[in-house]
DNA sequence: GGTTGTGAAGGATTTCACAGCG
DNA sequence: CGCTGTGAAATCCTTCACAACC
C-alpha cells in the first residue's frame, strides 16, 4: 500500500494531458477544466482530476486550470525538465528511422551515441554522428553519461543487445523489437540480477499494435467503450 | 454483464503467448504449460489460463497444450488466419518506414494502397505502389477492398486523415500520430457520428513511450512490479 | 502425479458524491 | 455559484484454490 500505488494508466494519461495542454498552449488558450481535459483526452473529468491528484493540487476550485502552469507541473512530474542523453542500439533502417523521427527532440532528449555490431554500419555517419561498435558502448557510457538507450535491433537480437545496454549502466529502455526482454542475463535464472533489479523498459510495438486492431475491427462489440459524459460531470443522473 | 467482459490487457497478452508460440514452434518445440508461457511473457500462471478461458479450452489437463494446435486457435482468436488489405495514409519517412517494415506482411497484412496529399508524393512509386491523393481514397475503396488503414501523417492532419479513412469505409485504424482521434466528425458534436460508432482505434505512440519510459527511470519505486511465481504455481506457500 | 479450467476471493482502479474553497 | 480535490462505493481485473481430468 506504501509505494507502487499509481497505476500505470494514470502516466499514460498524463502523457496525453500534456499532449492537450501543449496543444491548447500553442492556440492561446489559457484556461481549462478537468472536463475539457477530459472530452479531449476522452475519459471521465473524475479520472482526470484523480490523475492529477496523485501528484499535487495543481487548480483553483471554481476556475480550472491555468494551461502554462499545468503544462509546466505535468512536465516536471514526468522527468521532462531536464535533459536526457539517448543511444539507440541498432541502426538499421528501423533505428535510422527512430533517429530522424521529429519531435524527439523536444524535451531534451538528444542523441548522443549510435550503436550497431554490423561491420557494413559501423563508421558511418548518420545524423552527425559515427556508428560505433556495440562492443564500444561499455568505453563509450564512461566518458559520456547515457540514461536512456533506444533498441531497435531485430528481435532476435534484443535480449543481447539489452545486456549491453545494461551491462553499461543504462538503467531505461526503450524497446521497439517486437519481443520481451527478460530482466536478468541467463534464461535459466529465476531471481533477477542485481543491476538489472533497477532497469525499466518500455515497449513500443508496431506489430502488436497491428494485432489488437485486426482483433478490435472483427470484434467490434469488445472493444472497450468510451466514456460519454454529456459536457458537465454528469449532474443530474436523471432529472427527479 | 453479456458482451464486453474481456479485460484489453487480456488481448495485449494473447498476442505476446502468439509471438511465443512462434518461437517455440520455430524451435521444435511442440508442447509447453501456463508455467512455461507465464515466464516467458512476465504474467502470472492464473492470468494465461485465465486469459485462454476467455475464448475455449486449448489444453490437456496433465498434459500442457500442443504448440501448433495453441498457436492456431490463438491465430483464428485474434483474426489473424485471414487476409487483411491495408492501405498507408501518409507516405512521409514516417508511412515509408512503416511500408518496409518486415513482418507486417506475416499474417496475410498486405499493403493495397498508398496515400498523401502532398503533390511531391503522390505519383512516386514506392515498394511497387504508386502513392495516390488521399483524395481519391473513396473511389479506390469502391474496387479494391480495404480492411485497415496505418495513418502516418503529421499530428495536425492526423484527424482529418482519420475522416478520410472512415468515409471511405473502413473501420479499422492504426494510429502512428502522437494524438488522439475523436470519434466524431465535428469537433464540437457530442455523440459519435453513426459511422464513427464502428471504428475501432489503436495507437502506436513512440514519443508518448519516451516519456514514459523517462518517468519510469525516474522513479523507478513506482514501476509495476513483474510477477515471480517460482516456476510452478507457488504451491506451498510456506512447507507448514 | 501433473496440469488445465473455473467459480470465488481479493486487490486495484475507476466512479461517484460531496465537502472545500475561490 | 462553479469547479477542484478526495474519501467512500462500485466496478473491474487478477489471484487463488481446488475440482476435473489425462
Tied chains: 1, 2.
Excluded: C
Excluded at 480550472?64 to 502552469?69: A, D, E, F, M, S
Amino acid at each position: 500500500m506504501s509505494s507502487q500505488d499509481i497505476p500505470t494508466a494514470a502516466i499514460s494519461r498524463l502523457v496525453t494531458y500534456l499532449r492537450i495542454l501543449e496543444t491548447l498552449e500553442q492556440q492561446d488558450v489559457s484556461r481549462t477544466s478537468s472536463n475539457d481535459l477530459a472530452e479531449r483526452a476522452q475519459v471521465t473529468a473524475f479520472q482526470v482530476r484523480k490523475d492529477l491528484a496523485y501528484f499535487g493540487r495543481f487548480g483553483t476550485r471554481g476556475m480550472g486550470y491555468t494551461v502554462p502552469l499545468l503544462k509546466r507541473e505535468l512536465m516536471r512530474v514526468l522527468g521532462l525538465n531536464r535533459t536526457w542523453n539517448v543511444v539507440i542500439m541498432g541502426v538499421g533502417r528501423l533505428g535510422q528511422a527512430i533517429a530522424n523521427y521529429p519531435g524527439a527532440s523536444d524535451y531534451q532528449f538528444g542523441y548522443v551515441g549510435l550503436f550497431d555490431i554490423n561491420p557494413d554500419l559501423v563508421g558511418q555517419n548518420i545524423r552527425g554522428l559515427t556508428v560505433q561498435h556495440a562492443d564500444d558502448l561499455r568505453t563509450f557510457t564512461h566518458t559520456t553519461p547515457v540514461d536512456l538507450g533506444f533498441l531497435a535491433v531485430p528481435p532476435e537480437h534484443a535480449q543481447n543487445a539489452a545486456q549491453t545496454l545494461v551491462a553499461a549502466g543504462i538503467r531505461g529502455i526503450l524497446n521497439f523489437a517486437p519481443t520481451i526482454i527478460q530482466p536478468r542475463t541467463h534464461p535459466g535464472t529465476t531471481d533477477p540480477t542485481e543491476e538489472w533489479q533497477q532497469v525499466s523498459v518500455e515497449n513500443v510495438d508496431f506489430l502488436a499494435g497491428m494485432k489488437r486492431l485486426a482483433f478490435y475491427t472483427l470484434n467490434p462489440s469488445l472493444r472497450p467503450t468510451e466514456p460519454t459524459p454529456s459536457t458537465t460531470d454528469l449532474t443530474h443522473p436523471l432529472e427527479e
